[in-house]
């Protein structure tokens, strides 16, 4: 009988013990880091990232001071450029573009198309926390507004009246928009 428990016992542990050495790793790997660096340098703005995600809670008054004032407007009192004077309005170059206030990654030009409203036109952010949106009834007029989904800066509206596959036309400002063309 002791013969069987032991015969039993070792074919039950020996297997379990293997398992378990198998499982152990002496060697400690060191943890990759990759950092991410910017790409668009704003040195007077500490709260301008390309990589940053996280949510930002920042005062008026401080925006104002690391804003350029024509920027501060449209993003932090919602005022709109002249249509057809955006240095984005009428452009086709392949890249990426960001709020201009905080560096929030917000749309890629495979979603802008020429629209004839005189702003930047895209069919679609690039995901789905880059923009949020506000009713917006100012001037009697009944709009959806666009925020910036990280610093909550005023970016333009969104209209039903885009192309497939969305049906959306974002309406941005172009100086609430910093590019970065793909060739850099």
Not at 74 to 89: I, L, S
Request: with cysteine; charged share 25%; glycine share 8%.
């Amino acid at each position: 009988m002791k013969s069987k428990n032991l015969i039993f016992s070792l074919c039950f542990l020996v297997p379990l013990f293997i398992l378990q050495a198998c499982g152990q790793n002496t060697k400690k790997q060191p943890a990759k880091m990759v950092t991410m660096e910017n790409k668009i340098s704003k040195p007077g703005n500490p709260y301008y990232s390309n990589t940053d995600t996280t949510k930002l809670h920042v005062s008026n008054a401080e925006w104002k001071k690391v804003l350029p004032e024509d920027v501060y407007a449209v993003m932090r009192e919602a005022d709109t450029e002249r249509p057809f004077t955006g240095k984005y309005w009428n452009s086709n170059e392949k890249g990426t573009y960001y709020c201009a206030s905080c560096g929030n990654l917000l749309f890629r030009s495979t979603a802008k198309f020429s629209s004839s409203c005189g702003w930047p036109s895209f069919f679609e952010q690039e995901n789905k926390k880059s923009i949020v949106f506000k009713e917006d009834n100012s001037l009697g007029m009944e709009r959806i507004e666009t925020l910036c989904g990280r610093c909550g800066g005023h970016l333009g509206h969104i209209f039903d009246d885009g192309p497939e596959p969305t049906g959306k036309r974002y309406c941005m400002n172009s100086i609430a928009l910093d590019f970065i063309p793909d060739n850099k």
